[in-house]
């Protein structure tokens, strides 16, 4: 059983650019989602997606969306990237419903610098 | 507007004596609450949760406890050991999971 991968671990964008964030859920999760963590706070919820589609989102702009694949892996993309988007960005995979679970499974995360 | 307050940002504990980490919550709507241990350049793990209808949890050397009326919650580990030196994060459920700041516990030789 594998666990919950993310790519890349490390990126450097300037500011107004256009980044991809890449998940691999832990096999067998139908359910992934992503959070951002700023320095020094904890993760914030962004959104999360079931089975291809999106299950709830928090407070975040539209221009940060996502997409699940039918392999249930995920892709998290921002555009228009501002300074204030350096953060780590971090992935959960969970076996629910679609409901928050309590057990999520997280990824080592993305490190994400806007210059 | 914080939901989930950890106002400890760090603490020093011997090992072998009990660390005690504390979480403020402010929404009585949340049902579950977590505790989630982070080491550097690793994501959060899952260690211990509760449910909004209990007042105490054990699994081994962790207990949570939690106090509704005064909407406080508590992680407590012993005996302490080197390798829970880590950031634990406190979190609550409502639609989402919302964390606090997190508390970095230092375990002492």
């Known amino acids: 059983e594998t666990g919950v991968t993310q790519s890349p671990t490390h990126l450097i964008k300037t500011r107004g650019q256009q980044v991809t964030l890449r998940c691999s859920s832990q096999?067998?999760?139908?359910?992934v989602s992503w959070y951002q963590q700023a320095l020094g706070q904890g993760p914030q919820f962004i959104f999360q997606y079931y089975r291809e589609e999106e299950n709830g989102r928090g407070n975040f702009p539209p221009r940060f969306s996502g997409l699940q694949f039918p392999n249930y892996s995920s892709e998290l993309n921002v555009n228009a990237l501002e300074l204030d988007d350096s953060a780590l960005y971090l992935c959960?995979?969970?076996?629910?419903?679609?409901?928050?679970?309590?057990?999520?499974?997280f990824g080592p995360g993305t490190r994400l610098l806007v210059l | 507007d914080q939901q989930v307050k950890q106002n400890s940002p760090s603490l020093s504990v011997q090992e072998g004596r009990i660390s005690i980490l504390n979480c403020d919550y402010t929404?009585?709507?949340?049902?579950?609450f977590l505790w989630y241990k982070k080491y550097p350049a690793e994501g959060p793990t899952f260690l211990i949760s509760i449910s909004s209808i209990k007042d105490k949890n054990e699994d081994g050397r962790f207990t949570v406890f939690l106090n509704k009326s005064a909407k406080h919650l508590s992680l407590h580990i012993v005996p302490s050991q080197p390798g829970d030196s880590a950031v634990y994060f406190c979190a609550a459920r409502d639609d989402k999971i919302i964390f606090g700041k997190g508390t970095r516990l230092h375990i002492l030789p």
């Open positions: 959960a995979s969970s076996s629910g419903q679609g409901a928050i679970q309590e057990t999520q499974y």
């Open positions: 929404n009585s709507m949340f049902d579950y």
């Open positions: 096999s067998g999760h139908n359910t």
